[in-house]
């Protein structure tokens, strides 16, 4: 039985930088702690919907979810993510 998210997931083709983002924090063996895709795409969509113009994201792990974040901006929008 496909479950909602596998549905919604389907109908999207697949995401080329963030399927890269998945597969190299595969190949250092990091734990993937990322945002499921579809949880990615509702993050992009509520930043443009609050038209934010800032994000700040901290502990970014592989960039997963600072990716989904920097899409919803503006292009007079501004980003900054820290790590590790």
């Not at 999207?12 to 895709?37: C, K, M, N, W």
């Not at 970014?60 to 980003?79: F, K, P, Q, V, W």
């Amino acid at each position: 039985m496909i479950t909602p998210e596998q549905y919604g997931d389907e109908l999207y083709a697949e995401d080329e930088v963030l399927s890269r983002v998945t597969r190299s924090i595969e190949e250092h063996g990091i734990q993937d702690v990322s945002i499921a895709p579809g949880y990615g795409r509702l993050l992009t969509l509520l930043v443009r919907l609050g038209d934010a113009k800032r994000a700040l994201e901290i502990g970014a792990l592989g960039g997963y979810s600072g990716i989904c974040l920097a899409r919803g901006l503006g292009a007079d929008g501004h980003s900054r993510f820290t790590g590790d």
